[in-house]
């Protein structure tokens, strides 16, 4: 790079910084300066950006005609909708919402409902299926429920289910802002999910706010004393009507599916009859499979929402509920159910695959991808950008412009853009491009074995499975080196400063320091021993380990302390308390399956591989005994 592209670089991420601390001077000051810089229409926009809310409809409008087709013109046109549905400029914002062409963004789409609701339209039920997760809702979406109730599309239930939910996610602003629709005391609710146990002292109260704030104030509780709510809710239940008993019961019932208590089934059991969050009907789900109640799990699943029902994870659910209640037969229903899902390359598929009787097997790769086909890629304008980006270490921009190309690709052409990927070390993009193809894929692309020199040297010692090993990284960090999450875990594995420093003790490496986590060779040697480390803690298990390496090994032996006898590993995944443990065990799995069968060029079990998680301390054979019979 010369000096003066290194300047105008340094002048693009002074740009950047200036835009988002909101200082119109310094970016008009460094836009200047940029004048005939290699991406104009990122400084086109971070100029325009920087007096958005004053700019003319005219001056947006040049900059989405001259960027037409560019991610950044897709960027602006979001940014745009939202000042359009904020000013209630309907007009407009219907005129420019059909352009909008990724349409990802929950605040546009609330202020869509808004829009259609101003002119007379009944939108409750697309506005019932949308607003499921308060945090994200903003002032788009508060306006909306406020429309909704003002029109009488929402009732009064519907209001009390929103605050409930802005109960248990902790969305303080918008449970004051829709209690206060019906009449309730914002401060009270606020009290009720802020301090909940002050809430709880003063009790259920008299009237059916005083009671819904005491059901939220009960469900906070329960997150750090399930028996502090379980004691509050017995004492208040005459003062409760059957439906806000069970909703008490529930509210208590998911916290402690959190911790795994011991009682959890029992409060499910008395939750019966309550309107259940999303949340709430995954786990009284979950733990009707931990007590191996199938007849519960089809229940569950058939009272679930039409969306959460197509969910994968519970269509591979409700067909291994039908085959237990046939009595191991698998009938018509599971066969239909699996087969819907059984194309999936993920974990579900993967499993609903082989009840059908199929393994999991590379197929035969297609024609190798020409020069000729390789070079329409270097040409394409958003890689250009992308690359630029990804050299600039700007991750998020440089994957926005490499995605939007993606979009209209065919399978060729989406081979080729990953062995583009390749070729530039971009190894995370190469993954999700090639995870993109259809029918024709190149299995080293979707998982590629970077370093592989290293990793056998390391997994032939330590006598660690090397397709477990990369199945971990590509979950971890997608083959970025440079990869760092916001805990400070750093590199390919991913490995915490603290984590290596250990293992550098345990294994003599008497010169570590912290920036060497980023070094190929010494990430993989600390990663890899950790691992074997947490596998022999673990029994054995991949799936332990696996959860344990993500969520922490003092987690793991709390999570398996709850096992009193073996449980099928798919029933223990599926059960996982922290959601983010939970993908990622799946992840890691399925990614293993998948790495063995490329390496060993043989086909492969999932089930096989997750085999059975039983309490610590069973002997050899017992454990054996477990996986046979759960074969």
């Not at 629709?181 to 009790?203: F, M, R, T, Y």
């Not at 056998?456 to 997608?478: F, K, N, P």
């Amino acid at each position: 790079m010369n000096g003066d592209t290194r300047k105008e670089d340094d002048a693009f991420l002074l740009l950047r910084d200036s835009v988002r601390r909101d200082d119109a001077a310094k970016t008009e000051f460094y836009a200047a300066r940029l004048t005939d810089y290699a991406i104009p229409s990122y400084v086109d926009y971070y100029r325009l950006k920087s007096h958005f809310r004053d700019a003319s409809t005219a001056e947006i409008l040049d900059f989405l005609k001259r960027y037409d087709g560019q991610a950044i013109a897709d960027r602006l046109r979001n940014d745009w909708l939202l000042e359009l549905g904020r000013r209630r400029e309907w007009a407009l914002f219907d005129q420019q919402l059909p352009l909008f062409v990724l349409n990802d963004d929950t605040q546009v789409k609330c202020y869509a409902l808004l829009s259609r609701l101003t002119k007379g339209q009944n939108v409750a039920e697309e506005a019932r299926a949308l607003l499921v997760y308060p945090p994200y809702y903003g002032d788009a979406c508060n306006g909306l429920i406020a429309s909704l109730a003002q029109t009488s599309q929402f009732s009064a239930e519907d209001l009390w289910t929103q605050v409930r939910l802005a109960g248990e996610t902790n969305a303080t602003g918008p449970a004051r802002r829709i209690i206060m629709l019906l009449n309730g005391s914002d401060k009270k609710v606020a009290q009720a999910i802020d301090l909940p146990a002050i809430a709880l002292a003063k009790g259920a109260g008299d009237t059916r706010a005083d009671h819904e704030v005491f059901l939220i104030a009960l469900g906070r509780t329960a997150r750090t004393s399930v028996k502090l709510s379980v004691l509050a809710l017995q004492k208040a239940l005459p003062r409760l009507t059957a439906q806000e008993q069970a909703i008490g019961w529930a509210n208590i019932a998911l916290p402690a599916s959190y911790v795994v208590a011991p009682e959890t089934s029992d409060y499910w059991r008395r939750a019966h009859g309550a309107p259940l969050s999303i949340d709430q009907h995954q786990w009284r789900t979950r733990y009707a499979l931990r007590e191996g109640n199938w007849k519960l799990v089809r229940d569950c699943i058939a009272a679930m929402p039409a969306s959460l029902r197509a969910d994968p994870a519970w269509v591979y659910w409700q067909a291994r509920a039908a085959t237990a209640l046939a009595g191991g037969t698998m009938p018509a229903e599971a066969q239909f159910l699996y087969q819907s899902i059984a194309d999936r390359q993920d974990y579900y598929g993967l499993l609903a695959a082989e009840e059908l009787g199929r393994t999991v097997s590379i197929p035969p790769p297609g024609a190798p991808v020409t020069q000729a086909e390789i070079a329409a890629m270097a040409a394409n304008p958003g890689f250009q950008r992308a690359l630029k980006f990804f050299n600039m270490r700007l991750r998020f921009e440089g994957t926005r412009e490499w995605n939007w190309e993606l979009r209209r690709m065919s399978d060729r052409e989406l081979i080729a853009a990953a062995e583009f990927a390749r070729q530039n070390h971009i190894l995370d993009r190469m993954v999700y491009t090639s995870e993109r193809t259809r029918v024709q894929a190149d299995y080293t692309h979707r998982y590629p074995a970077p370093h592989d020199e290293i990793m056998q040297t390391h997994t032939r010692t330590l006598g660690l499975d090397r397709a477990w090993v990369y199945g971990l990284i590509r979950q971890e960090s997608r083959f970025i080196m440079t990869a760092q999450s916001s805990a400070g875990a750093s590199g390919l594995m991913q490995v915490m400063p603290s984590t290596g420093r250990w293992v550098a003790q345990k294994i003599g490496l008497t010169n570590f320091v912290q920036e060497m986590l980023t070094d190929v060779r010494t990430n993989i040697l600390l990663g890899t021993t950790y691992m074997n480390m947490v596998l022999g803690s673990m029994d054995g298990s991949q799936v332990l380990a696996t959860a344990a390496y993500n969520a922490g090994p003092g987690r793991l032996r709390s999570w398996r302390g709850a096992l009193t006898k073996p449980m099928d590993a798919t029933i223990f995944i599926e059960s996982i308390p922290y959601a983010e443990t939970r993908t990622y065990v799946k992840n890691v799995m399925a990614n293993a399956t998948w790495y063995a069968a490329l390496f060993e060029g043989r086909p492969q079990s999932l089930k096989a591989r997750l085999g059975t998680v039983t309490p610590k301390g069973y002997s050899d054979q017992e454990q054996q005994q477990a996986t046979f019979s759960s074969r």
